[in-house]
């Protein structure tokens, strides 16, 4: 690894640790505070991998850019409109990364039926989350349905990667995919059902930057 690899790495973990330590003693100063800083710790890591020679394509940037707009919006989700414009940002961030591994798909002999069945299986999530968060949700339950239905194309599209590519990256992909949906819906549930589970913020926070780490590594290599 490179020097800059290195610092990179140091700061990523570090700031991080501090967040969650902030998350895990619920301390909504020092949590709010640091949340913001750990999507750039993590550009700052990719950035050094590529200019190392790994040629990082430009839509992770781009992922990674709106994933910290959605980060700053849903620092506040108790209002409504911070929750939905933070849900919009970070369902452009699955977007991005859902291109990256289709470009990466692409360099393969795929059959147009494999692009089809992910798009289909996103499809079927987004009903299923429409019918069954309408009586809670009301008019937020179609933006819900389109974000998890995003995050199905995304774990489909690794898993169709890890068939078509290199599957020992790809499940790092779908490992970080599975984790993206655990910490969502643990987002929602604390959100709309329970909003007293103690230490929550720890739990959506470890489980969403493992998801960003892995998603992002496995689209680096």
Avoid at 116 to 122: D, E, G, K, S, Y
Avoid at 177 to 186: G, T
Wanted: proline share 2%.
């Amino acid at each position: 690894m490179s020097v800059f690899q290195i610092i990179a790495l140091v700061l990523l973990s570090l700031v991080m640790c501090v967040h969650l330590v902030f998350c895990f003693l619920d301390n909504e100063i020092g949590r709010k505070i640091t949340k913001p800083l750990c999507i750039p710790s993590l550009i700052l890591l990719t950035l050094s991998f590529d200019i190392d020679g790994r040629d990082v394509a430009w839509q992770v940037y781009v992922a990674l850019v709106f994933a910290l707009l959605g980060d700053i919006f849903l620092i506040g989700r108790e209002k409504s409109w911070a929750l939905i414009t933070g849900t919009g940002f970070f369902s452009i961030c699955q977007i991005f990364y859902i291109w990256t591994i289709f470009e990466k798909v692409s360099h393969t002999i795929t059959p147009w039926g494999a692009y089809l069945i992910t798009i289909l299986l996103a499809f079927i999530v987004f009903v299923l989350v429409f019918v069954f968060s309408y009586k809670s949700l009301k008019y937020l339950a179609c933006g819900a349905a389109l974000y998890f239905g995003l995050l199905a194309e995304l774990l489909s599209a690794f898993v169709l990667l890890s068939v078509r590519s290199n599957p020992l990256l790809a499940v790092g992909g779908i490992c970080g995919a599975v984790l993206h949906i655990i910490s969502d819906i643990f987002l929602v549930y604390t959100i709309f059902i329970n909003q007293n589970v103690k230490r929550r913020h720890l739990y959506i926070m470890g489980t969403y930057l493992g998801a960003q780490i892995l998603i992002v590594l496995s689209l680096i290599f």
